[in-house]
């Protein structure tokens, strides 16, 4: 027999990871009616602008959990472990939101169109349930949610949507900096959260918030096709490529 203290450690990061993996399945089948869409030339600009929708938002939450952690920091050791990762992850996610404007321009959308435009209100439900979560149960939650978000299209897959679209490639600047960059990412988050002194508890905040992230980020692109479609009915029944 096995002993207990044989068996292998299952790490924070990893328990967090199955618990997305249960749900993922379903934002992957959204995700990719999006993005594999025969008519992409026509839907991507949509598509950027919602990304740009929630991307805007990700260094001010970043730093709201920040300044939530900083707060319990004191009696906090999660919190207070949390701290300095924040800190330095939002420097590394600033000015994204301009990138993604700058994209949007390549494909003749001026940054004041897109500042204009109302976000769906699936954006600001996926945004706005980090703050519930942050300032009225614990910043801890949030990291289920940059652990969802930090999973961009391949820079492979790029390749063959640019290819397939025909769209310039300098319309995917920032998509391609995120297929680079956010394994690097996961590997830094990974580290921090596997040294935080999370109890039980903290990984039922952090499971619950996964799941909501999924179904939430599932319903964004679920919405923006429903709209596209919607509003260019010629345009999405139509079949193959431009």
């Given at each position: 027999m096995i002993s207990d203290s044989a068996l292998p450690v299952q790490t924070h990061s990893r328990r967090l990871r199955e618990k997305i993996e249960l749900v993922r399945p379903r934002l992957h089948e959204a995700a990719g009616e999006v993005w594999n869409h025969p008519r992409l030339a026509y839907l991507f600009p949509d598509l950027l602008y919602t990304i740009h929708s929630a991307i805007r938002a990700t260094v001010p939450t970043i730093k709201a959990a920040e300044a939530c952690a900083r707060s319990l920091a004191a009696h906090d050791p999660v919190a207070a472990g949390m701290v300095d990762y924040l800190a330095h992850h939002a420097e590394e996610e600033k000015d994204h939101d301009e990138w993604t404007l700058d994209d949007l321009t390549v494909l003749g959308v001026t940054r004041a169109d897109a500042w204009q435009r109302i976000p769906s209100p699936a954006v600001a439900a996926l945004v706005g349930t980090q703050?519930?979560?942050?300032h009225h149960v614990h910043p801890v939650a949030?990291?289920?949610?940059?652990?969802?978000?930090?999973?961009?299209?391949?820079?492979?897959?790029?390749?063959?949507?640019?290819?397939r679209t025909g769209l310039p490639r300098e319309?995917?600047?920032?998509?391609f900096?995120?297929?680079?960059?956010?394994?690097?990412?996961?590997?830094?988050?990974?580290?921090?959260?596997?040294g935080l002194p999370l109890q039980d508890w903290h990984?039922?905040?952090?499971?619950?918030?996964?799941?909501?992230?999924?179904?939430?980020?599932?319903r964004v692109y679920e919405d923006l096709l429903e709209r596209f479609e919607a509003e260019h009915p010629e345009r999405a029944v139509a079949s193959g490529t431009v």
């Open positions: 703050y519930y979560w942050m949030y990291l289920s949610y940059q652990a969802v978000m930090e999973g961009p299209p391949s820079v492979e897959f790029l390749e063959y949507t640019i290819g319309a995917f600047g920032t998509q900096f995120h297929a680079k960059a956010d394994p690097h990412h996961v590997r830094e988050f990974d580290q921090m959260i596997d990984h039922t905040i952090i499971g619950v918030n996964a799941f909501q992230t999924v179904e939430l980020l599932t």
